[in-house]
């Protein structure tokens, strides 16, 4: 089983350009003062440059929302509260998946079109590759909590990895075929939907979700490799795992790494479930 998040292993490759991940953690231009602590205030991350990794630093602080219009990463080991939304613009880019951070987000995370949202970085565990290393320290861990929904609609890359979100997460369209998406080792309260992107990649791994999984027309497009596929595998579903229009093929990964879905798994995903009988 292929389990890749490229973006983590060196480079990140992002809207067709090839940036050192460590630049997007480490280097940042001019950030606005944070917010009084008593009195949190709307903030605005702006500016930043990703073709040369020189990403506007976002500091800990307590905030009212997060409008992110330019290229942002939060600075490594930073807290950050928010009362109310993240919002994403199109072509934004949010990091805080390259470097260790604690993030509480009171209301959602919307991303709008050919943005870049990726939240949370963990070790791998011992002789597995499910995990996506944080490129600045990468022994340490994030602690993500969304209170709300996340939610991207033709957003250019998501990589959401070990996080928790309360409510749904739902991706409409996107990708690029240059960039692999990762939705590994979460806990969603509500439901995961991911229909109608077209990324390099994507994993859908470890997740726990509490409602329904569905996964519909998803097309993968890694000119490197002469057999992708889509990875389904080791999720709890607490409802029904439905899969339909995923190409050019779905596996459910090794023996032995099955899909526990509480309802039913359907479509392209009846097969990579665990069909063992209930102890008597």
């Known amino acids: 089983m292929k389990h890749r998040t490229r973006i983590m292993l060196g480079l990140a490759v992002v ?4 940036v050192p991940v460590a630049a997007l953690a480490s280097s940042g231009g001019a950030a606005a003062a944070a917010p009084s602590s008593t009195v949190p205030m709307a903030y605005t991350c702006s500016g930043g ?7 506007t630093k976002i500091p800990s602080g307590i905030y009212a929302s997060i409008t992110v219009t330019g290229a942002c990463a939060v600075t490594p080991n930073a807290t950050v509260t928010v009362i109310g939304d993240v919002n994403v613009a199109s072509g934004a880019v949010f ?8 993030i509480t ?25 499910t995990g996506h290393p944080c490129t600045v320290e990468p022994h340490r861990q994030s602690t993500i909590v969304v209170f709300g929904n996340i ?43 991911v229909s109608g992107v077209t990324p390099n990649w994507i994993g859908v791994i470890l997740n726990k979700v ?13 000119p490197g490799d002469p057999s992708p596929t889509i990875f389904v595998a080791s999720n709890t579903v607490g409802r029904d795992l439905t899969c339909w229009g995923l190409g050019p093929a779905v596996s459910g990964g ?21 069909e063992t009988p209930p102890p008597s």
């Open 15 to 18: 809207t067709g350009l090839v």
């Open 49 to 55: 440059d990703l073709g040369s990794g020189n990403l």
């Open 95 to 102: 990091d805080a998946q390259s470097a260790p951070s604690k």
């Open 105 to 129: 987000v009171g209301g959602d995370i919307t991303a709008a079109s050919g943005s870049l949202l990726g939240l949370g970085c963990e070790p791998n565990p011992p002789k597995h590759t």
């Open 151 to 193: 939610t991207a609609t033709d957003a250019d890359t998501v990589l959401l990895n070990g996080i928790t979100v309360e409510g749904n997460v739902t991706l409409l369209g996107g990708g690029e075929d240059v960039n692999p998406w990762s939705i590994k080792t979460n806990w969603i309260g509500g439901d995961l939907v």
């Open 210 to 222: 509490g409602g329904d999984v569905i996964l519909t027309n998803i097309t993968i497009t890694d």
């Open 254 to 274: 090794f023996t032995g790494e099955v899909n526990v879905v509480g309802g039913q798994a359907l479509g392209q995903c009846a097969d990579l479930q665990d």
